[in-house]
């Protein structure tokens, strides 16, 4: 055996030795050691999830690979629908694959009238993007429930794309639903990115440019978010989806994880917080108040990382780009000045809290038009290739249903008493 860990239960004296497999132990070995006895671990900070092949991330040395490539590789050099090709089907398209790619996603993206018409339309006029986006996911499991028979790899394949054709479609809907104006339907002839952009924005009788650096920016940003390997919505994903659930209700429950502030949900956290310190004045006090407890530095720290989060660092590379054609986020000076008071204190620094990719997305978002309540929509735009790997993966695995044990706190037995005697 190589490196191994032995365990001794010390009731008996038993011991048994577990071997390391790429840096975990098998469960199920301590399991047949010490039955009954579990992990107390809720939030999985010392559980791995699942076996998987789509990412790799080491959060002590700030790396991301999806497949195996360097994400500052990817980012720049390849499309979102190239990447989103790697990380469900493991390889980037060639030229012949890429166009076949495209045009299936292409083909999939409108989203029939009743749609709009039923489901859209039941929502208050101020009802938020994501909880428009996740009912919508999750009602698509009503217009097509082909989609139910997940053991079938030719079903998830068409999932798969139908999924990721009509985000996009369903986000800008869902956009023009909130500020009452007409739907806009997919335009075969534009780039995935830039028929978002002309659906989100278009006015009924004018042509919309779609401006390439605006468009490569968001890109980008949809290929920075694409996965993160174990993150809360992706297990959420794979949790529902190990129920055999269809993937819109698995995608809709992820999407459901990712609109919370602490995890997809900051980047309108972060915008949010920079409006209402104010000025830059106030940076400072912004601060104290943090270390004190008040707040928490929305866009700051990650689970997993413990260095400069290398997403983050392209994103503030990619906000210069926007900038010089949108003008400057008045935001940003105070963001900056935030981060550079954040890395330079030692609260910040003992607890190894860098920005995240959410600290800088926001003001992209926000200088491209985009309001607030769209931000974290655009997210789980990026994210769904990432969601719907992971559930095929699962599913290719053959995995077994997910179902933690827990520690029971409660009461001991007792009687249930008359309703006189309660
Ligand atoms: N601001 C101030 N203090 C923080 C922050 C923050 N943003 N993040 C963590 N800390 C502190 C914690 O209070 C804790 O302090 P303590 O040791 O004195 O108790 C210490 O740093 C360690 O943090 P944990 O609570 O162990 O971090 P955890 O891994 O549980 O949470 C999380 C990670 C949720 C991302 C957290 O850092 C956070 O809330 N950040 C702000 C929200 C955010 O930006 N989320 C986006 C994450 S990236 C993504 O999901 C796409």
């Not at 459901?256 to 980047?267: D, V, W, Y």
């Not at 809290?353 to 309540?373: H, R, T």
């Amino acid at each position: 055996m190589g490196e191994s860990i032995t365990i001794t239960d010390n009731r008996t004296g038993e011991t048994i030795e577990i071997p390391i497999d790429r840096g975990g132990i098998d469960a199920r070995a301590w399991g047949s050691l010490l039955p009954g006895i579990w992990f107390d671990d809720p939030s999985f900070t010392a559980t791995s999830g699942a076996d998987s092949a789509i990412t790799y991330l080491d959060g002590a040395k700030g790396l991301l690979r999806y497949r195996g490539y360097p994400i500052e590789q990817l980012a720049g050099s390849t499309s979102f629908l190239e990447v989103a090709h790697l990380i469900v089907f493991g390889e980037l398209p060639n030229r012949v694959q890429l166009t076949a790619w495209s045009d299936e996603i292409a083909s999939e993206a409108p989203i029939h009238e009743n749609f709009h018409k039923r489901i859209l339309e039941g929502f208050r006029d101020d009802a938020h993007a994501m909880g428009v986006l996740v009912s919508g996911i999750a009602a698509m499991s009503t217009f097509w429930p082909d989609g139910k028979d997940v053991e079938d790899p030719v079903c998830r394949r068409t999932q798969i794309i139908r999924l990721i054709a009509k985000m996009p479609t369903l986000a800008a809907s869902a956009y023009r639903r909130s500020v009452g104006t007409p739907y806009v339907q997919p335009d075969p002839d534009l780039d995935y990115t830039g028929n978002f952009l002309s659906m989100m924005f278009c006015q009924r009788d004018r042509p919309y440019e779609v401006d390439p650096v605006l468009r490569d920016a968001l890109d980008l940003l949809f290929v920075l978010h694409a996965d993160h390997e174990q993150n809360c919505s992706t297990t959420a994903a794979r949790v529902v989806g190990s129920a055999h659930a269809d993937p819109y209700l698995t995608v809709a429950s992820a999407a459901a994880a990712l609109s919370g502030p602490r995890h997809g949900g900051a980047n309108e956290a972060v915008v949010r917080m920079l409006e209402n310190i104010g000025s830059y004045d106030n940076v400072d006090d912004f601060i104290a108040g943090v270390k004190a407890g008040d707040q928490k530095l929305m866009g700051f720290g990650h689970r997993v990382y413990k260095n400069y989060d290398p997403r983050a660092r392209i994103v503030k590379d990619t906000a210069h780009r926007v900038f010089e054609v949108t003008g400057r986020n008045p935001l940003l000076d105070m963001a900056l000045k935030l981060e550079e008071v954040a890395l330079a204190d030692e609260y910040f620094i003992s607890r190894n809290l860098y920005p995240n990719v959410d600290f800088y997305s926001g003001l992209i978002y926000q200088s491209m038009g985009f309001p607030v309540e769209m931000f974290t929509v655009l997210f789980a735009i990026g994210r769904t290739p990432g969601w719907l790997a992971h559930w095929d993966e699962l599913l290719v695995n053959e995995s077994r249903i997910a179902r933690p044990r827990q520690t029971y706190s409660g009461r001991p037995e007792r009687t249930v008493p008359h309703t006189d005697q309660r």
